[in-house]
């Protein structure tokens, strides 16, 4: 069992920045791709990024490429997400998620609680 525990949301003006951490409980983290979704009120849950299990490949949703990074350190079983020119439409609670380097939400096997981000304008 995987235990994924985000951290690093809250409230920030447009134009700002925040940085997401989520650790995770299993030791075997580094067999594991991991991705960031998010879902605002009222919508799906979206991709957001994800990066496979020793950091040299990752993908972006169109609409976050070239504001936010995801990164992760498998000695300390974290993955990251570095998010930068915040815009309103940003705002979402963010999961992070444990499974294959994938898009959709049924490739991955465990989720953390969520962080909410709130982009203020």
């Known amino acids: 069992q995987v235990q994924l525990v985000e951290s690093g949301g809250g409230l920030v003006q447009a134009g700002g920045s925040l940085r997401l951490s989520c650790a995770a409980s299993v030791r075997a983290f580094s067999i594991y791709s991991m991705g960031w979704f998010r879902q605002a009120p009222g919508k799906e849950r979206e991709f957001v990024a994800a990066i496979g299990r020793s950091d040299s490949s990752t993908d972006y949703a169109d609409s976050v490429k070239g504001r936010f990074t995801i990164s992760r350190d498998n000695a300390k079983r974290t993955v990251y997400l570095q998010m930068n020119s915040l815009k309103s439409e940003d705002t979402a609670v963010y999961y992070c998620?444990?499974?294959?380097?994938?898009?959709?939400?049924?490739?991955?096997?465990?989720w953390g609680q969520g962080t909410q981000v709130t982009v203020s304008s």
């Open positions: 998620a444990a499974g294959r380097m994938q898009r959709s939400v049924y490739e991955y096997d465990y």
